[in-house]
């Protein structure tokens, strides 16, 4: 994976983006559990009512692509597969609240008490292939920790992913926090902006091939899991 000249116009709009999510985190602490729970189930609501617009958008990817080509069946959205991304967004609504959870409590010989309390990371980015599915699974568990997220998904499902931000950030708009996610160009140029972002972003998560994961260790500035 080479590196490539970055548009300036494109660069900006990544670098905007990427301040709105980290300015959104501070409405994000604000949120109750029964309220995010509650987001995400008018998400996967909003799934089943839009999912012709939905599969339509997914269409578009798949005939840019080569059936015979082996991703073409992971980027290729059914009925089937949209109703199971909708059932786990229900599922991660119904988890457990990750955050607020003690994990120790302890009196040091001053008397001081040291409480050990989970708490969101911030904003996270991820940068994935292909599978739209994703984005929906990314968004909600960063979403129920009471994360931002970036996503930075590949072209191969530009009109796909863009399609279910569109969703998202329908919901999200009703409650002001539709900058709580920020989809970034498909643009590959675009990557080591995102990679290098160490004031907005607290964590980056790659999902995909051994190429893109060696990449985005090699290249990042932000602490990779």
Known sequence: MKEIDVDKDQQKLVSDGLQAASNATRKLN???????????MEIAELTKRKHQPLLAENLKDLERMDPEDPKYDRLKLTDARRTTIERALIAVSVLPAPVGIETESRIVSSGLQLTKITVPLGVVGDIYESRPNVTFDVFALC???????????????????????????????????????????????????????????????????????????????????
Do not use: C, W
Request: glycine share 6%.
């Open 30 to 40: 604000g949120l109750k559990s029964d309220q995010i729970n509650q987001i995400l």
């Open 143 to 225: 979403f129920k920790a009471g994360n931002a997220v970036v996503l930075k998904g590949s072209r191969d499902a530009h009109y796909s992913n863009l399609a279910i931000l569109k969703i998202i950030q329908e919901v999200l708009s009703k409650y002001g926090l539709q900058d709580a996610v920020f989809l970034a160009p498909s643009d590959r140029s675009l990557m080591n902006v995102i990679l290098e972002a160490t004031e907005f972003i607290n964590v980056i998560i790659p999902r995909g091939s051994e190429n893109l994961i060696r990449y985005v260790r090699d290249h990042a500035k932000v602490p990779v899991i």
